[in-house]
Every structure is written in structure tokens, then in C-alpha cells.
């Protein structure tokens, strides 16, 4: 009976310390670091702003301090969402899916004036958040995270 306890311990401190924490820490902090990467390649990078000034890393959507993660549990199983929260002037809504979709792709339009004989780059979907999944699961960055977190913690995982 002690042993059924001890690991039924070990699994819950697993299940609702460890990994989370891990997840909040380290994954976290790597899925951040590809976005932030992915938008100066695929969104600041597809053009220079003449209308306003880009926030950056310093309150945009390449912000690191403009992501919230969420948490969600069914069973065994812990998934952990990314959110870039980034507003947009004025406190107008967020960012990120008017700017991976573009202008008029489901999440909104941009008030910026614009000539409608050439339609500027800036309407254009730029996919920083596919572009992030797409990494991720070419290059596996998170799964190495949560491993180097899990060592961290005194727990080797293959």
C-alpha cells in the first residue's frame, strides 16, 4: 500500500507541480522566443511603416511581455496555449489575428489610410503564428525545453 501511495504521490506532484511549471517556465519561454523570431522575419521584416511607428519589442506584437499562456487538463494529458495579447493603438483590439490574417480576413480592419488602386503590403495576411507552429514542429524546440526543464528538476526524460 505505501508503494501504490508513493507513486500515486509522484504522479500527482508530476501532473500538478512539475510539468506545469515547466510548461509556465521553460516551454513558455521557448514558443515565445520562435514567435518573437517570426514576427521581425514575417511581419516587420515584409515592410517599413510610413503611417505609424512600429512598437517592436517594446509593446508590440514582438513584445515577449505581450504573450499569456493558458492551461488546460483532460486525464493525463496537460496542453498549454500561447496567446500574443498585443492591442492595437488606442487600446483597439488585438493584433495578432488581424495581422496573421490580414485586413478584412475574419478578425477586423485597419483604419489606416490607404489607396485602394494598389493594395499595400500591410493589408496582406503575414503568418507569424503558423509560421511559430510550423517551426515548432519542424524543429521540436519545445520538446527539447520541457526535457532541459525536466533535467533542471532532477527528472530525466528520453
Do not use: C
Amino acid at each position: 500500500m505505501v508503494r501504490k501511495q508513493t507513486l500515486n504521490n509522484l504522479v500527482n506532484k508530476l501532473k500538478n507541480e512539475v510539468i506545469p511549471d515547466v510548461l509556465a517556465k521553460e516551454v513558455y519561454n521557448e514558443v515565445v522566443k520562435v514567435e518573437s523570431k517570426n514576427v521581425q522575419k514575417n511581419v516587420y521584416g515584409a515592410y517599413s511603416p510610413t503611417v505609424y511607428q512600429r512598437r517592436g519589442q517594446n509593446g508590440g506584437l514582438g513584445d515577449p511581455k505581450n504573450h499569456v499562456a493558458t492551461f488546460s487538463y483532460a486525464g493525463n494529458m496537460v496542453t498549454m496555449a500561447v496567446r500574443n495579447i498585443t492591442k492595437g493603438k488606442d487600446g483597439f483590439g488585438y493584433l495578432a489575428e488581424l495581422v496573421e490574417y490580414g485586413h478584412d480576413g475574419g478578425y477586423g480592419k485597419y483604419d489606416y489610410p490607404y489607396s485602394s488602386v494598389q493594395e499595400p503590403t500591410f493589408l496582406k495576411p503575414r503568418p507569424f503564428i503558423s509560421s511559430t507552429k510550423a517551426e515548432l514542429e519542424r524543429t521540436l524546440a519545445h520538446l527539447t525545453a520541457m526535457k532541459t526543464g525536466m533535467a533542471r528538476r532532477g527528472i530525466k526524460v528520453k
